[in-house]
């Protein structure tokens, strides 16, 4: 009985010590994070995505990491959409103390270069203790405006125009 008491008093002392082992080395061997996102042209200036949106290829895109109370800035990557409009941006270190952004930074569409406000940025946890699996982290889609809307945008925006009695 003595035995069976030491062996058991043995694994609940040693397994939370393997537990703790185990993810430290984890963390150290773990891939980095990848912000995920596209880039759209509003051609209707609506401030939102509508059919007539078209996804920017060569559009520059940075994820910025501030401190959390000083708002120093602590990291920064840049890249480039694709001709799908979606960029990557891979992040290594986990910033669960910091506040990141994916964010806007310039258009190579000459007609279409003011970001839109309110959708020039999107907030990306990249921290691992927050319960998500994946190193996948998707920010919302970013936008710039069109210099002017284009001739069918007062057509095209009566689709969105929500009328009390069909509601």
């Known amino acids: 009985m003595a035995k069976l008491g030491a062996i058991t ?9 393997i537990t703790i082992a ?10 980095p994070y ?7 042209c ?3 200036r609506a401030g939102f995505e509508t059919s007539a949106s078209t996804f920017l290829q060569g559009a520059k895109v940075k994820v910025q990491c501030r401190h959390r109370s000083t708002q120093e800035v602590l990291y920064e990557a840049e890249a ?3 001709d799908t409009g979606s960029y990557k941006i891979y992040v290594e270190k986990d910033q669960k103390n910091n506040v990141c952004d994916a964010m806007l930074v310039s ?16 907030r990306v946890v990249l921290t691992s203790d927050n319960g998500i699996v ?19 945008c007062n057509q095209l925006m009566q689709q969105y ?3 009390e009695d069909r509601v």
Do not use: W
Not at 9 to 17: D, S
């Open 34 to 40: 990848c912000v995920r996102g596209r880039v759209y």
């Open 22 to 31: 185990s993810r430290s080395v984890e963390k150290k061997t773990r891939q």
């Open 9 to 17: 008093l043995l694994i609940v002392c040693l397994l939370p010590v």
């Open 161 to 163: 125009v929500v009328n």
């Open 42 to 44: 509003d051609p209707c």
């Open 80 to 82: 480039l959409t694709d």
């Open 107 to 122: 258009s190579p569409h000459r007609r279409c270069k003011l970001a839109d406000p309110g959708r020039d940025r999107s």
């Open 134 to 152: 994946s190193n996948d982290r998707y920010a919302n889609n970013m936008g710039f405006l069109m210099d002017q809307p284009m001739n069918f």
